[in-house]
């Protein structure tokens, strides 16, 4: 396992200290195609292998295995409140893994018409799926085949059993989502624009209003704005092109680990650590605080 220390960060209130936070990075694997979607599932971290079109599997040891292959080129991956895994695919489903295995279909068409390809998936704060569902998968090498979209919306959908409703079409490419702690805000990064917006979250079931954008970032490094998170304390993390930045929940900038290989998702681990997919790598970013006293 290799290991860096990637950035030294903001100053404290007393001007004579310097809380210095750092990040240690560690490279965990560095074998995936495009890694994507890591989330905490059956006592691993199970991390998509988008353009090889399989879920890998990875142990306390680091080692990925496969865990389904083919995986529909899997991408987004999230657990619900049941404890199963819940799957978005490029190739124009969102499913459920049962105990025993089987693949239950949550989602699949919107008004008869077959979805674009769902990129990333979060459970709602009353337990229903919600997911995005951009273009990127319509062609290869993140998808099987090209094929025409049917729908017209690039959307953000919530699902609850056969029902399946529009939540957000105003955005030119969903990808990563994310709730706040509270259930009361929705994040939802646009991979087109570069943007971050937020938005009101009604009884926990609906859209109530229009968003408003917190925070932007450019493509750089061949990449754009892709996954996001959220950890114990509710701040935002942001996969984006430089590394992962972390947002308060209005948008300001509290920190910032730049990662070698652009980011494509991430994940806080209840430890504290980061898991952070970036197409060949995933990386697992550590914590370490130090303070230092200036003269
Ligand atoms: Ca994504």
Redesign the pocket.
Known sequence: MRALIVAAAFVAASPSVTAAQSWRLNTVADTFVFA?GPARFDGALIVSDVRADRIMRVEADGRPEPFRAPSDFA??NTVDAQGRLVTAEHAGRVVRREANGALTVLAERYEGKRLNSP??VVPGPDGAIWFTDPTFGLQPPFGRSAREAELRVRGVYRVEPSVIALQISGLQQP??IVFARDGRTLFVSDSASGRVHAYPVREGRAIEAEGRVIASFPAARDSVI??LGIDSSGRLLVAEPLGVTILSEDGRVLDRIPTPVPP??VLADPSGDLWITARTHLYRAVRTSRTETTP
Do not use: A, R
Request: charged content about 35%.
């Open positions: 994507e991408n987004g990129n990333d990808n990563g892709d996954g494509t998702d």
